[in-house]
């Protein structure tokens, strides 16, 4: 059965620390890895990973992948209140495009002022 | 763009009572999912239709659950009878098609509250 397993579940910082969100997985045909910010509503795109070892980086937001190790972090530096929200892991299946995503539970990240 | 859209954003029903949830996906995209996410959990999937056809629908409970995708745009959700387990957020998502990059756009979600 596929796996995805994100720690912490929860964590609580403050304005301005860094923050590392990992991923690990257990999945057959590993095709891609991916993280979405859910504040109150809809799963936001954050990144898509498929190779190791390159960082992918927008902002402050910047994540790798170890298809070796088969695990993913997501960093925040200069961590924001707006920040604050569930950070989903996702990874996708080989054998096409966008076959259903298996999720992980989330880290539940809460940024205070 | 115009978002993946659904309705209602929210729902309170009795139990055993039917409820009904509809999206309008993304124009263009043919793909089109349906997750259900409870509290403190990630999404997981019910059913997924490249565009009118379910291609995989192993995890909806068919016995109270059903979905239909008649023309590949809109789609329509059903529970009936509902059960106090099935309180949580339905999802939609869609992409544009089975060789894109594996982005899903996701709608703001129908929370389900059965009483």
């Known amino acids: 059965e596929d796996k995805v397993v994100q720690s912490p579940l929860s964590l609580v910082v403050h304005e301005g620390d860094t923050v590392t969100l990992n991923c690990s997985y257990e999945?057959?045909?590993?095709?891609?890895l991916l993280w979405y910010k859910q504040e109150k509503k809809a799963p936001t795109f954050l990144f898509m990973l498929?190779?190791?070892?390159i960082e992918k980086k927008s902002g402050r937001l910047s994540s790798i992948l170890d298809k070796k190790e088969l695990f993913s972090i997501l960093n925040i530096t200069a961590t924001q209140t707006g920040d604050s929200a569930v950070y989903l892991c996702?990874?996708?299946?080989?054998?096409?495009?966008?076959?259903?995503?298996?999720f992980g539970k989330g880290t539940h990240l809460i940024i205070q002022p | 763009e115009a978002g993946v859209v659904q309705s209602p954003r929210y729902k309170i029903i009795e139990k055993k009572q039917p409820v009904a949830f509809w999206c309008n996906p993304i124009?263009?995209?043919?793909?089109l999912y349906w997750y259900l996410q409870n509290l403190g959990q990630g999404p997981e999937l019910l059913i997924r239709?490249?565009?009118?056809?379910?291609?995989?629908d192993s995890q909806l409970p068919k016995d109270r659950f059903s979905a239909e995708r008649l023309k590949g745009v809109d789609s329509t959700l059903k529970i009936q009878p509902a059960e106090l387990g099935d309180s949580a957020v339905y999802l939609c998502?869609?992409?544009?098609?089975?060789?894109?990059?594996?982005?899903?756009?996701f709608g703001e979600g129908s929370r389900l509250t059965v009483l």
């Open positions: 998502a869609s992409s544009r098609d089975r060789a894109n990059t594996g982005e899903l756009f």
């Open positions: 999945v057959t045909n590993f095709r891609s």
């Open positions: 498929t190779s190791s070892g």
């Open positions: 996702a990874v996708g299946k080989r054998g096409g495009g966008a076959d259903g995503l298996t």
């Open positions: 124009s263009g995209h043919n793909t």
């Open positions: 239709y490249e565009n009118e056809e379910a291609v995989d």
